[in-house]
């Protein structure tokens, strides 16, 4: 056991200890509900896809073992320097691999919003569209069309049938600002 504790405390293994602890302390909080999995996004390591506590967490893991594993196989600190390096390495090579299977558990479903629609193209289905007044028809990335409060700015004005550009939403009023566009067909 004392051997054990030895590996655990000496360097570089006692840096992934440390973390290792803060690892587990993550998942009693969140197991308990005190902290929430969906955090945000590991994409900035380059393991988007999961959140990054599991994607950290794997990482840690993986660097603790192999730093565990290359302190026991050298001596010396240029040696030791080199174990750090590969663990960490190892450590974020093998959290690729693994969460690529776990991407499935985490879908990609963000709820629709209404500022999916600019950009969009829409067609005015009131008489006309104007700075006070206007509607249009939108459709979806998903295929479905909806009805949108549209106004135009400036001078602008729309009639029916009339292709426009959605280029802001304002939440005060529901109301999309549209602008002309020629459409290419």
Do not use: K
């Amino acid at each position: 056991m004392t051997e054990f504790l030895h590996a655990v405390l000496g360097f570089p293994t006692v840096l992934f200890s440390f973390l290792l602890v803060v690892v587990v302390g993550y998942w009693i909080a969140a197991l308990t509900g005190l902290l929430d999995l969906d955090d945000v996004d590991a994409s900035w390591l380059g393991l988007a896809g999961v959140p990054a506590g599991a994607t950290l967490s794997i990482v840690i893991v993986l660097s603790w073992l192999l730093s565990l594993i290359g302190g026991q196989l050298v001596t010396g600190l240029p040696l030791q320097l080199a174990v750090l390096i590969v663990a960490l390495a190892g450590g974020w090579s093998g959290a690729r691999l693994l969460v690529r299977p776990l991407r499935r558990l985490y879908p990609d479903d963000r709820a629709p919003s209404r500022h999916d629609f600019v950009g969009r193209h829409c067609v005015i289905r009131t008489g006309q569209a104007t700075p006070d007044f206007g509607q249009a028809e939108v459709t979806a990335a998903d295929g479905s069309s909806a009805v949108i409060q549209v106004r135009t700015t400036g001078d602008d004005r729309l009639a029916r049938g009339d292709n426009a550009l959605i280029f802001d939403y304002s939440p005060d009023g529901e109301i999309f600002l549209v602008m002309p566009y020629e459409r290419d067909h």
